[in-house]
């Protein structure tokens, strides 16, 4: 899987970014891959504070917008050295039927998650959703249990995706994913639509699965 780095009329500043406040950002040869410039621009902003809690909304359902975020998540945690969570997706395979019910049982998350690696987990949309929904509803963070455990949060949704709106509520802003060859202009500007009606701010737009270099300026005809 190939991605473009380069946010479409993307709000932040594309400048070096300060580093978070809790350490230096990581001084690792990888951050010259795109995933790396890419969780920069997005957590890192250089004229504005760094955000903790994005969503990325894939604009149709051939958007591989979990594995997305995945590598996100992993460039994150090394640039951050912080443990980051990525939000989204099903039941992970192999793990217990029954899911947490309230927001009290929201510490026992652990066995219906992967672990990616040391500072990364991904955790199923559901641990967020179904009957905890109403109890989310008036809240705009994560559950306090998770942000003990976790320093920033990458969720994963898609435009049609019974989720997006408690997503939506939790999060600092969104990023868009499109896919080369593959979205249509409609289902873009349906995606944009619908995050205007969350109020949620829209950074920009990821074209994956590039092959070809594209010019600056046709970004900006989305």
Not at 17 to 26: D, K, N, S, V
Not at 28 to 34: A, E
Not at 148 to 169: C, H, M, Q, R, W
Request: charged letters at 25%.
């Amino acid at each position: 899987m190939s991605v473009s780095a380069e946010l479409w009329r993307i709000a932040t500043d594309t400048r070096e970014t300060a580093p978070p406040p809790r350490g230096p950002i990581a001084n690792d040869p990888g951050l010259d891959d795109p995933f790396a410039a890419l969780a920069r621009q997005v957590f890192f902003p250089a004229a504005a504070p760094r955000r903790r809690h994005v969503l990325f909304v894939a604009a149709d359902d051939e958007t591989r917008v979990i594995d997305l975020c995945q590598t996100v998540a992993i460039a994150l945690a090394k640039l951050s050295r912080s443990q980051v969570a990525v939000v989204g997706g099903a039941v992970i395979h192999g793990s217990a039927k029954k899911l947490p019910q309230s927001l009290a049982e929201a510490s026992l998350w652990r066995p219906h998650s992967e672990r990616v690696n040391a500072d990364v987990w991904r955790l199923p949309a559901r641990l967020f959703c179904d009957r905890l929904a109403q109890e989310l509803s008036e809240q705009r963070r994560p559950p306090v249990e998770f942000q003990k455990a976790f320093e920033y949060f990458v969720f994963a949704a898609n435009t049609e995706s019974g989720e997006l709106p408690i997503f939506s509520g939790m999060s600092d802003a969104a990023v868009l994913l499109v896919t080369a060859n593959r979205t249509r202009r409609d289902s873009a500007l349906h995606a944009k639509e619908q995050l205007a009606r969350y109020k949620l701010p829209l950074l920009g737009t990821v074209l994956n699965d590039r092959v070809l270099e594209i010019p600056q300026a046709i970004y900006r005809r989305l």
